[in-house]
């Protein structure tokens, strides 16, 4: 039986955990606070398509040492809890664990298997001192890009309201043995999850829009549909996505997508607040550089100014600090 732990089992890992445990695998559900004490109580319930389900031969913990190795740890942390997380995800890893990080923005293992130039180079902006590569070996690692909406609706409930897709991919492209099996598990209980062999070309598609909207919701508190339909934002993001393509495709990204057509598609979501303004205004530390910061330090590393994304970037970095949260 495969031995899967959820590091950060809310509404998205918590929704990945209950389809895998249907699936038949030992799913170790990481959490902690109200949430963790009502799953220990109850169980964990997922609300989808009209459907209930409850999962409570499971184990539910915050210590690390009541799971043991493992054989996948899906991290569905935002990206600023992974440094502080690090040394605990290490004592669930075995010798042949793998690392799935299923997380927005620009991963620490990015450069890892790249090929090029850039390859293995760290990126300051997302593991400053290479704590991550170190703690977290990148080989470890296999990309996992989350395209479902969940949430969790009351302590140990999480709601599915979008999508079952999540695209997975080994840094170096190759369909191994070990992503072959993550992938039959997932899809054994009911997710799409195919194999990518350019994961990083998926990874810039999502990252294009979050880069942009995320940080100019923060700024302006509007709306993906304001941003969208407003001439003066919808310039700004415009700008911002020319410059990140320019420095993807310096990186061999291919962009699948038409930059207008990215941008209606954001706008087609409707008055959806970005997860960067509900951090704000939750007075939570919101994903700058994991956005944002790392592209424009790619954009660096291939001799783009960025002059767009580095204004914003500087104005979104001080908009966090007034608030106490950067």
């Given at each position: 039986m495969n031995r899967v732990l959820i590091f950060g089992a809310g509404a998205i890992g918590g929704y990945m955990g209950v389809k895998m445990a249907e699936a038949g695998a030992d799913v170790t559900f990481f959490a902690r606070g109200p949430h963790l004490a009502a799953m220990k109580a109850n169980g964990i319930k997922l609300i989808s398509e009209g459907t209930e389900t409850v999962i409570t031969k499971a184990r539910f913990t915050d210590d690390p040492a009541e799971a043991?190795?493992?054989d996948f740890v899906i991290v569905a942390l935002k990206a600023t809890g992974l440094a502080p997380a690090a040394g605990q995800i290490a004592k669930l890893l075995g010798k042949d664990t793998a690392i799935v990080t299923a997380m927005n923005g620009v991963p620490y293992w990015y450069f890892y298997g790249h090929g090029g130039a850039h390859d293995g180079k760290k990126l300051a902006s997302v593991d400053p001192d290479g704590r991550?590569?170190?703690t977290l070996a990148p080989s470890r690692a296999i990309g996992c890009i989350v395209y479902p909406a969940a949430n969790?609706?009351?302590?140990?409930v999480i709601e599915h309201t979008y999508s079952n897709r999540f695209a997975l991919g080994e840094p170096d492209g190759v369909k191994s043995a070990?992503?072959?099996k993550l992938s039959e598990l997932m899809i054994?209980?009911?997710l799409k999850a195919p194999i990518r062999p350019r994961i990083r070309d998926d990874m810039w598609?999502?990252?294009w829009g979050n880069l942009t909207f995320n940080p100019v919701s923060a700024l302006t508190t509007a709306t993906l549909d304001t941003i969208a339909s407003d001439p003066g934002t919808r310039a700004v993001a415009k700008a911002m996505m020319l410059e990140a393509q320019a420095v993807g495709e310096a990186l061999g990204i291919r962009f699948g997508v038409d930059v207008e057509k990215r941008i209606d598609g954001a706008g087609e979501v409707g008055a959806h607040k970005t997860s960067m303004l509900?951090?704000?205004e939750a007075k939570k530390p919101m994903e700058i550089?994991?956005?944002l910061g790392a592209v424009v330090e790619m954009g660096d590393l291939v001799g783009h100014p960025m002059p767009a994304c580095r204004m914003v970037l500087a104005l979104v970095r001080q908009r966090a600090r007034m608030a106490g949260v950067y």
């Open positions: 043991g190795e493992q991550l590569w170190d969790i609706v009351a302590p140990g070990r992503i072959q054994a209980g009911g598609v999502k990252l509900q951090d704000l550089d994991a956005l």
